[in-house]
């Protein structure tokens, strides 16, 4: 009989109530036929559950989720495909450091590993997750359940946060289960995070105190710290500027007359931060974004970081291992203000370099668009960023308001990842419209899931940027001297598209494009924007 419930209460009743225990307000993902029994757990919670027609882009959503919130992320899938389908988003989760947990069923325990010919059999299906979580587990009977997801969840929250991944075995789900329900106090609190030995930091404090050109250099672990008003706190006494890596945008007030910004392709900016006498790293494993400084920079580098085995790799540093709120609190302790010497005037000095360098030049219309969705993004609102020209310009350029509020795939710059993101951070702030910039090539990755906003009501807005191809690609294979081969793309009319799948839809032009980004964002549930025009990155300002 279709809508009736199970009999007997079940393993999947038991992951369903647990997930709920340890307080997910959101499930992510995609039923089949191994997980069904969880999705029946999920039915009688009364969890919000938010299906989607793929499980790549479920696995974004719970991304997108999880980003905005800062808290673990469930996202449940099948056996086999099902499961293996969100490799590509836990990539990004895995190096972007995003605590999705992942829920996957299995075939029969006694079946596991055996080569028997089973329906989505694979030799150890763990093992192709193992490289990109960081935890890996399977529960063996319904009263390992509990225990396990609270581990998971444990460690998923824990600093460095990051994705993690349980499997069930399908007779497991299937199993009764008389054990009572999970109840809260299965929640448990991350491990607290060793600060750093004192003498490390008396040491950074003295080198700090000392240095006539700090800077701060905040990346994602800052945000993911809450360590906003430290930061502020910190430079101010300082008197450092302070730079952002693009998934440590929002960690520092962007209008703040210290605030360097994240141009790190631009001379201007690189200078700044290169010629720094001491630069303290916060929560950044000083990456691509970093690789023109280090090779120039002749300073000290401090570096605050949750891993240890992170310090030091890119750059000979002093370490900081712990948390960066609470270290950085340490270091506030240890520090006190100073004369000023000078940090605004460089700070604008290099700011308005870049600024009159974009004024005038190919790859204006790109910082148009971008300064027009700066204006027209509400308070409070999140935006989620395709790997586009528009994207690139915006982890550049974009001054964001807040942490969490910047959605970028940083760790694996995929194409595919905004608009399912764009939904998970929508089902996180209800109420709150979120955008979506997405290029034609990256938005049909996950077209089907305009049915999805449709479906939950998800209030997203859709920036389409039409240029009939990978723009982005196709600008590097013009920079190559290379002809264009596989960038230009045969497309449906979007707008008309968008509209059969019910989303109102407008196209929209240079002109026209702030009225319609607001429309968009001013509706309940999902609106789009298709702009037929194409961009150019802008080109970085020389020194």
């Known amino acids: 009989m279709h809508g009736t419930r199970a009999a007997v209460r079940i393993g999947g009743h038991v992951v369903a109530e647990t997930l709920h225990a340890l307080g997910a307000d959101v499930v992510f993902g995609l039923p089949g036929v191994h997980a069904l029994p969880i999705w029946e757990g999920l039915r009688a919670t009364g969890l919000r559950v938010v299906g989607f027609r793929q499980e790549v882009n479920a696995g974004f959503a ?3 989720y999880a980003r905005v919130t800062g808290r673990p992320t469930p996202l449940v899938v099948s056996t086999g495909p099902g499961a293996f389908m969100t490799l590509a988003p836990l990539m990004e989760a895995f ?15 006694d079946a596991i590993g055996k080569g028997r010919g089973e329906l989505h ?11 990109l979580v960081k935890w890996t587990a399977r529960a063996r009977t319904t009263t390992e359940i509990p ?78 710290s809450r360590a906003t008003a430290e930061l502020l706190e910190l430079a101010e006494r300082l008197d450092a500027p302070v730079a952002t890596t693009y998934t440590g945008k929002g960690a520092f007030p962007e209008r703040h007359p210290l605030a360097l910004g994240s141009a790190w392709d631009d001379a201007p900016h690189k200078d700044l931060v290169a010629d720094a006498d001491v630069v303290l790293s916060v929560g950044t494993w000083l990456g691509y974004e970093f690789t023109d400084c ?45 004369v000023r010497r000078g ?26 668009v971008l300064e027009t969705i700066e204006r027209a993004l509400p308070e409070g609102s999140a935006a989620a960023w395709d790997s586009t020209i528009l994207a690139y310009t915006a982890c550049w350029h974009l001054r964001v308001a807040e942490p969490r509020r910047f959605l970028y795939p940083a760790g694996s710059s995929t194409l595919g990842y905004a608009w ?25 990755y996950g077209i089907s899931e305009l ?24 600008q590097y294979q013009d920079d190559c001297a290379f002809a264009h081969t596989g960038v230009d793309l045969e497309h449906p009319d979007f707008v008309a598209l968008c509209e059969t799948y019910g989303v109102p839809a407008r196209r929209s032009s240079p002109e026209s494009i702030a009225d319609d980004l607001r429309w968009a964002l001013g509706r309940s549930g999902p609106a789009a924007v298709v702009l037929e025009e194409v961009l150019t990155m802008p080109e970085p300002a020389s020194s």
Do not use: C, K, M
Request: charged share 20%; glycine share 8%; proline share 10%.
């Open 121 to 131: 059999e694979t030799p150890d299906q763990a093992a192709s997750f193992a490289p």
């Open 420 to 444: 399912p993101a764009a939904l998970g951070a929508a089902a996180a702030l209800p109420g709150t419209p979120v955008l979506a910039v997405v290029g034609d090539g990256g938005f049909q």
């Open 147 to 224: 225990q396990v997801l609270a581990e998971a969840w444990r460690r998923a929250a824990t600093p460095p946060q990051g994705p993690v991944y349980v499997e069930v075995p399908y007779d497991v789900l299937h199993a009764p289960s008389l054990e009572s329900s999970p109840n809260a106090e299965l929640e448990r609190a991350p491990e607290p995070v060793l600060l750093p030995a004192p003498g490390d930091l008396d040491r950074a404090a003295a080198l700090l105190a000392s240095a006539d050109r700090p800077v701060i250099v905040a990346g994602g672990g800052a945000v993911r």
């Open 62 to 64: 719970a991304d997108g």
């Open 95 to 109: 190096t972007a450091f995003v605590p999705v947990v992942i829920v996957a069923s299995q075939i029969d325990s």
């Open 294 to 338: 280090l090779r120039r920079l002749t300073g000290e580098l401090i570096q605050i970081d949750a891993a240890p085995e992170r310090i030091g790799i890119n750059h000979p540093a002093l370490g900081l291992v712990g948390d960066a709120r609470p270290t950085l609190r340490e270091l506030l302790e240890r520090i006190e203000p100073r």
């Open 451 to 474: 049915a999805t906003a449709v479906q939950h009501g998800l209030d997203a807005a859709l920036l389409l940027i039409d240029d009939r191809g990978y723009g982005i690609l196709r």
């Open 343 to 368: 940090a605004e005037a460089r700070v604008a000095e290099a700011r308005d370099h870049i600024e009159r360098g974009l004024a005038d030049q190919p790859g204006r219309l790109a910082v148009e």
